[in-house]
């Protein structure tokens, strides 16, 4: 750039000094603007592009604030020169005297949009344009502007007007460097305060890694661990998972041996239990001659001794439509038909369980008196009853009403090893068909007085 400068200054002084006429020393003037002003846009579009590529960076106000400084500065020179020319000469060709109109304008508009991009900007070039410089200048464009041909009264006075505007252009051009000169340092500020803030990331950044790098290995082996651990708890999770479904399963596997199922439900629901059944019968059995038999023998042995008939009896009762209700030292009570209706056939599940007991009670073997068998007295009776849950501690499905006392009755009331039904159960027995009964006769019953009775033989 330099070489290219000197060698066009010397073109430029050969011009003048070969130059005849005035236009051609116009041209002369225009070259030279013309590569200084090509020039000057080479750095200015340089400073756009470094504009738009400081997009993170608070410097960009000040670089454009810049770049407008420097337009304006570089519109005021070429203004100066058409001014001087212009004075000089006494007139400028139409085309020149457009640019000097047009190059004020231009230094007018990139001063005030210098303004808007930085607060103090404003108060700067205030100060700027109340100084005599500009005042000078300003009103010499006025002046020249005003008229197309301008005369002196003698050199004198032309050299004066000449120096006076180029000073005042000159010092007012100084004086916007100056301003730029300020925009450079604040620039200088901030990209040194951004380099070290970008510093102390990187530092930061590096000592993070560094950390990182030293606590990576503990940082594995805690996961390591964890992962174990998780492993661990999720084997036990799953186990207590398993532990809990299987006692859950024995819970409601007891729950539903001491209640029905369907009562078992509805009482967990929330239900209500009770009901009344129209037609279901009901059984008692007891040990003929039991109290003899509790007294010749110790506790344990009267525990083993109920056991073993309890647990004979419970496994009959899986093969029949049966409930069994409850038990009273040696008495067994049994229903059907409740609390899951099964029609008409109640009568016949709890005759042929009946009939059942009646036949392996005497297989029983009492273990501290091998030659003793045992008896059982049987009372069934058939009606309507009220059953239902009663009570929140130990719960028990129990039964209500006539029906019940009858059949306690028929049981306490008959003879061993017979089944005394009475005569609801024995016309239930007749319409299926299928069973034996002899007529016993009448049996007082507290509250219902003397019933007809029968004995119930065995199947047909």
């Known amino acids: 750039f330099q070489i290219r400068l000197d ?93 000097f109109i047009e190059h004020h304008k231009l230094s007018a508009e990139y001063l005030q949009q210098g303004e808007t ?103 594995v082996v805690l996961i390591r661990n964890a992962v174990r651990a998780l492993q661990v708890f999720s084997s036990s999770v799953k186990s207590k998972v398993g532990d809990l479904k299987r006692e859950k399963r024995r819970a409601e596997a007891l729950i539903y041996q001491m209640l029905p199922k369907t009562v078992a439900d509805s009482l967990k629901s929330n239900k209500p239990t009770s009901e009344l059944f129209d037609s279901a019968t009901v059984c008692f059995t007891e040990i003929d001659g039991f109290k003899d038999i509790a007294r010749s023998c110790s506790p344990l042995e009267l525990f083993d001794l109920l056991n073993i008939i309890y647990k004979t009896f419970d496994a009959r009762i899986d093969s029949y439509d049966v409930y069994k209700v409850e038990t009273i030292n040696d008495s067994y009570m049994v229903a059907s038909g409740l609390p899951e209706r099964n029609g008409d056939r109640h009568a016949a599940e709890i005759a042929n369980l009946c009939i059942d007991l009646m036949f ?55 003879e061993p090893m017979k089944i005394q039904i009475t005569y609801e159960t024995k016309m239930l027995l007749d319409n299926l068909g299928g069973y034996i009964s002899d007529m016993r006769g009448q049996v007082e019953v507290k509250g219902k007085g003397f019933l007809d009775t029968y004995w119930l033989l065995s199947r047909a």
Request: aromatic fraction near 10%.
């Open 7 to 99: 060698d066009f200054r010397k073109l430029v002084i050969e011009n003048n000094e070969t130059s005849q006429n005035d236009d051609q020393s116009e041209l002369v003037v225009e070259d030279a603007m013309y590569f200084y002003t090509y020039a000057t846009k080479v750095l200015l579009d340089d400073i756009s592009n470094i504009i738009r590529s400081s997009n993170g960076s608070s410097t960009w106000r000040f670089l454009i604030t810049y770049k407008n400084i420097l337009r304006a500065i570089e519109s005021v020179g070429i203004e100066m020169s058409f001014g001087i020319r212009y004075q000089a000469r006494g007139t400028l060709i139409g085309k020149n005297f457009g640019k």
């Open 117 to 219: 991009f930085l607060t103090n900007m404003r108060d700067k070039l205030k100060k700027v344009k109340n100084t005599e410089d500009f005042k000078t200048y300003n009103y010499m464009y006025k002046k020249l502007i005003q008229t197309k041909n301008m005369t002196f009264s003698n050199e004198t006075m032309k050299i004066k007007s000449i120096l006076k505007y180029f000073r005042s252009s000159l010092k007012l051009m100084d004086r916007l460097r100056v301003i730029i000169l300020e925009i450079r340092f604040s620039m200088k500020d901030i990209i040194q305060s951004e380099i070290a803030s970008v510093d102390r990331e990187y530092a930061f950044g590096i000592f993070v890694l560094a950390i990182l790098f030293l606590i990576s290995p503990l940082i």
């Open 360 to 414: 392996i009670t005497p297989g029983i073997l009492i273990q501290h008196d091998v030659n003793l068998r045992l008896k059982i007295r049987i009372g069934i009776h058939t009606g309507a009853t009220t059953a239902g849950v009663v009570g929140s501690k130990m719960p028990r499905y129990c039964l209500f009403g006539d029906t019940v006392n009858v059949a306690s009755r028929m049981q306490s009331t008959g």
